[in-house]
């Protein structure tokens, strides 16, 4: 235990929430060009006035770097979107673009990165690094722009440029979106400048990994297959989940707990395993923007 309910005790009116309990209700994205156009949350969180994003330094294998954007990705209930969303937190395209839209919808007005101790090389059994710094700004893309500077990660870059090995830059989208700038020029930073503290950080490919090009094409076209196959797949499966390979229906379910409970029980290895989970509807219903999959498949494959 982190000893928060006896450190917040003092506090009357604060109090600790599980966002992933309690009520949930569709929120609308209202910024164009959303991955989504609802997402589902917490009503505490779809009625709070303000948003506050306090985030540790991380490198990341998977997005490059955590901030106070990656840091938003934890408001999202496990309930709806599996363990560890793993809806959202697909193969494909999914992840650095939802985290561009939490970003455009929660604006925090307050964003700080603990970075006294950070982790190097990974998210999970990290490095210890020292930059001995507290970043803290108003603006979320801002604030996540001199973060990546103290990592001496270039914000701007994309794609397959280090540290960005599997997925583009989420800071880069949601800057992209209006959100905030990445351009220093643009950036108001009262203090010391982030590369007079700058310790470089370094994130590794996965040990043996040459199949991400691979993976990443063979799973857009089966995007590709799914889409062409929409209307029908929906007349027999509305409203479910489908894990689809190749444009094939392997199994269908209710719930994402239930999804990943099947591929783990079905042994499956990178090469046979679903490329896609999606929730099934009539195109009416659509709720997720699948251009994108054409505007960053071509990115991705050509990388």
């Known amino acids: 235990s982190l000893g928060y309910p006896d450190r917040l005790a003092k506090y009357p009116g604060v109090r600790l929430v599980n966002f992933g ?8 994205m209202t910024h164009p060009g959303a991955m989504f156009s609802q997402y589902r949350v917490s009503r505490l969180l779809a009625e709070a006035d303000c948003f506050v994003s306090v985030a540790k330094m991380k490198a990341h294998v998977g997005m490059g770097c955590t901030l106070c954007i990656k840091n938003l990705f934890g408001w999202t209930p496990t309930s709806v ?3 560890p969303r793993s809806y959202l ?10 985290l561009a839209d939490l970003a455009a919808w929660t604006k925090p007005c307050l964003n700080v990165v603990d970075a006294i101790v950070a982790a190097n090389m990974s998210e999970w059994r990290g490095v210890p690094m020292r930059p001995e710094v507290i970043i803290a700004g108003t603006n979320v893309v801002a604030t996540d ?3 990546a500077r103290v990592m001496g990660i270039d914000p701007s870059s994309d794609y397959p440029a280090h540290p960005f090995f599997y997925r583009r830059n989420a800071i880069l989208l949601a800057s992209q979106l209006g959100v905030g700038p990445v351009d220093p020029a643009l950036i108001d930073v009262l203090g010391l400048c982030p590369e007079d503290v700058s310790l470089p950080f ?3 490919a996965y040990n043996g990994e040459s199949s991400r090009g691979e993976e990443l094409k063979q799973g857009l076209d089966c995007v590709e297959a799914y889409r062409a196959n929409q209307a029908n797949l929906a ?8 894990a689809v ?3 094939n229906v392997l199994w269908d379910g209710e719930h994402v707990a ?3 409970a099947r591929e783990r029980e079905s042994g499956l290895d990178w090469k046979t395993a679903p490329q896609l989970m999606v929730r099934c509807v009539p195109h009416a219903q659509e709720i997720e923007n699948w251009n994108w999959y054409d505007v960053d498949a071509a990115m991705l494959t050509a990388a």
């Not at 309990?21 to 609308?28: A, I, N, Q, W, Y």
């Not at 007349?235 to 489908?242: H, I, V």
């Open 21 to 28: 309990e309690g009520e949930l209700v569709d929120v609308p």
């Open 81 to 83: 979107y599996g363990a």
């Open 89 to 98: 937190h697909d193969r494909l395209i999914r992840l650095p673009r939802v």
């Open 145 to 147: 722009s001199v973060g």
């Open 202 to 204: 370094t994130v590794n």
């Open 235 to 242: 007349d027999r499966y509305a409203g479910r989940l489908l």
């Open 245 to 247: 390979r190749d444009g």
């Open 258 to 260: 239930e999804m990943i």
